[in-house]
T-cell receptor, first 113, second 114 residues
Framework: KAGVTQTPRYLIKTRGQQVTLSCSPI?????VSWYQQTPGQGLQFLFE???????NKGNFPGRFSGRQFSNSRSEMNVSTLELGDSALYLC????????????FGPGTRLTVL | AQSVTQLDSQVPVFEEAPVELRCNYS??????LFWYVQYPNQGLQLLLK??????LVKGINGFEAEFNKSQTSFHLRKPSVHISDTAEYFC????????????FGTGTRLQVTL
């Protein structure tokens, strides 16, 4: 069974631009969560989508948004990029709830110059 | 709100020695607890999780953890480590009343040497 895939793996943007990251969950998984990992703040929860609806949201500004499609694939968008948005963005998928094991993708490394 | 404290940022250990990585959490409600491992340039892999029942949880790669409610701890142990266990280990907690929203600790770097 294929794992969670994230594209692109690496991305370089400049301040003020916007970016879209993609996550394809494991087949059959309906829940997709996004996390930001930085050396200073560690791993922080961004949001979770289930059946195309945002089910949970972390404490990030509105510049961070996401969506989920009917095939459970998810995208997250960051508008008006800031230097502090440089991070590893991880996507995780699970069957439905938190009690189901979350499987993480390899992440997208975003660098903002 | 929950929080997780991993008391050690780095733990050096010799191969075949035992190891304990410490994790304490804070929450006003019931929680689920998790340990994840992250190898260089990779995503996170679940080692084990505590949802309910037996407080001693066994995971993959010979790891185990014990949930101690009175001490609000969930320490990770392995009786004999290998070089291949060198990685970053994260403790995480979630509210049992919500869905997939994990709060992670800052991580412990386990460095195994010969």
């Amino acid at each position: 069974k294929a794992g969670v895939t994230q594209t692109p793996r690496y991305l370089i943007k400049t301040r003020g631009q916007q970016v879209t990251l993609s996550c394809s969950p494991i087949s059959g998984h309906r829940s997709v969560s996004w996390y930001q990992q930085t050396p200073g703040q560690g791993l922080q929860f961004l949001f979770e989508y289930f059946s195309e609806t945002q089910r949970n949201k972390g404490n990030f500004p509105g510049r961070f948004s996401g969506r989920q499609f009917s095939n459970s694939r998810s995208e997250m968008n960051v508008s008006t990029l800031e230097l502090g948005d440089s991070a590893l963005y991880l996507c995780a998928s699970s069957l439905a709830t938190l009690t189901d094991t979350q499987y993480f993708g390899p992440g997208t490394r975003l660098t903002v110059l | 709100a929950q929080s997780v404290t991993q008391l050690d940022s780095q733990v050096p250990v010799f191969e075949e020695a035992p190891v304990e990585l410490r994790c304490n959490y804070s929450s006003s409600v019931s929680v689920y607890l998790f340990w994840y491992v992250q190898y260089p340039n990779q995503g996170l892999q679940l080692l084990l999780k505590y949802l309910s029942g037996s407080t001693l949880v066994k995971g993959i790669n010979g790891f185990e953890a014990e949930f101690n409610k009175s001490q609000t701890s969930f320490h990770l142990r392995k009786p004999s480590v290998h070089i291949s266990d060198t990685a970053e280990y994260f403790c995480a907690v979630s509210n049992t009343g919500t869905a997939s929203k994990l709060t992670f600790g800052t991580g412990t770097r386990l460095q195994v040497t010969l």
